[in-house]
Nanobody, 125 residues
Framework: QVQLVESGGGLAQTGGSLRLSCVAS????????MGWFRQAPGKEREFVAA???????FYADSVKGRFIISRDNAKNTVDLQMNSLKPEDTAVYYCAAQGTRRPYIYTEVMGYDFWGQGTQVTVSS
């Protein structure tokens, strides 16, 4: 099993920045891609970004050019630097990890085996 704990959420103004961090523990050697998803009230959980073990990065179109995902395999962490924040970025953000190699399924919730508890990000207009 793998446990994921997020931190770094909070309140930001439009145009501001926040940095989210996620630390993995447990059977971390079994982790393949790691990702970030978000869920706004009344909406489905959606893909934000993902990063492979070799640090190949993938982004949703809605955050491309504004968010940066990074990973430190030695520390078992994955971060999400969020810049130029917009009110529509308001959501609970979840860290996720693949315990099974799924090279082509990384934008879907079903592609991940382990999830953090989520951290709230609120962007005021």
């Amino acid at each position: 099993q793998v446990q994921l704990v997020e931190s770094g959420g909070g309140l930001a103004q439009t145009g501001g920045s926040l940095r989210l961090s996620c630390v993995a523990s447990g059977r971390t050697f079994s982790i393949y891609k790691m990702g970030w998803f978000r869920q706004a009230p009344g909406k489905e959980r959606e893909f934000v970004a993902a990063i492979s073990r070799s640090e190949i990065k993938f982004y949703a179109d809605s955050v491309k050019g504004r968010f940066i995902i990074s990973r430190d395999n030695a520390k078992n962490t994955v971060d999400l630097q969020m810049n130029s924040l917009k009110p529509e970025d308001t959501a609970v953000y979840y860290c996720a990890a693949q315990g099974t190699r799924r090279p082509y399924i990384y934008t879907e919730v079903m592609g991940y085996d382990f999830w953090g508890q989520g951290t709230q990000v609120t962007v005021s207009s």
